[in-house]
């Protein structure tokens, strides 16, 4: 009885699904229309404004995360291993992810079934912070897509631009920030797997 007079923690408290990491669970924080970043607030479990979008670029997908996963030490190593790198670290949140549809959601902070498609390779400084593609299950536009080849370029153009700006002030120097890869279906799986393992080894099991 107790357990029902609260709501479970998105991050801590909430499986990211028994088909995982084929059918995931995502937590959406923000959604294309938002002109404020909201973001989970990892201590109380609420939804708080982390900053207003300060230019006119705004997420063009749902964006949130994985529950039950971090970017720590086997993220980082794929990171290394594949871009050649070495002193790269996880940047120690969730796993982050994209959902594509065609459908508009008002607000963010609910929860969703997705099939991960693909992902960004992304490092913010020294640190990787991937973003894992994916699409809304059951999707009418996009939910038969299984790799991200099969997206439209210029909605991954569109992804890939928004990452790369949207910390990025005119009078500020360049922010240290770059996407190496679009990687496919097969990756995203493999980064989902090892933030899964990385959560595991952080946190301990459920």
């Known amino acids: ?7 479970a923690h998105p991050w801590h408290g909430v499986s990211p699904g028994p088909r995982t990491p084929e059918l995931i669970n995502a937590y959406i924080e923000i959604v294309p229309t938002d002109a404020v970043k909201y ?22 997908t749902l964006y949130g995360f ?16 594949r ?24 607000h963010g902070s609910f929860f969703l079934r997705a099939r991960p498609i693909g992902g960004l390779r992304m490092i913010d400084g ?17 939910g038969r897509i299984i790799e991200i080849a099969d997206v439209p370029q210029g ?13 990025q002030l ?5 922010k240290n920030v770059e ?4 990687y496919d279906r097969t990756e995203a799986l493999d980064v989902i797997t090892r933030s899964l393992r990385d959560y595991e080894e952080e946190f301990g099991r459920e």
């Not at 973001?39 to 982390?50: M, N």
């Not at 871009?83 to 065609?102: A, H, Q």
């Not at 909605?155 to 700006?165: G, K, P, W």
């Not at 005119?170 to 360049?174: C, K, L």
């Open 1 to 7: 009885m107790t357990k029902q007079l609260f709501q």
């Open 39 to 60: 973001e989970l607030d990892k201590t109380s479990a609420h939804l708080r404004v982390d900053r207003p979008q300060r230019f006119s670029s705004m997420c063009p």
């Open 66 to 81: 994985i529950p039950q996963t971090y970017c720590g030490r086997e993220v980082a190593e794929l990171c290394e291993r």
């Open 83 to 106: 871009t050649g790198r070495t002193g790269i670290e996880g940047d120690k949140d969730p796993m982050d992810i994209c959902v594509l549809s065609e459908k508009t959601f008002a």
């Open 126 to 142: 020294r640190q990787a912070d991937d973003k894992i593609i994916a699409v809304l299950e059951d999707d009418l536009a996009y």
């Open 155 to 167: 909605l991954v153009d569109r992804l890939q631009h928004y990452f790369l700006s949207y910390k």
């Open 170 to 174: 005119p009078a500020d120097e360049p």
């Open 179 to 182: 996407i190496t890869h679009v």
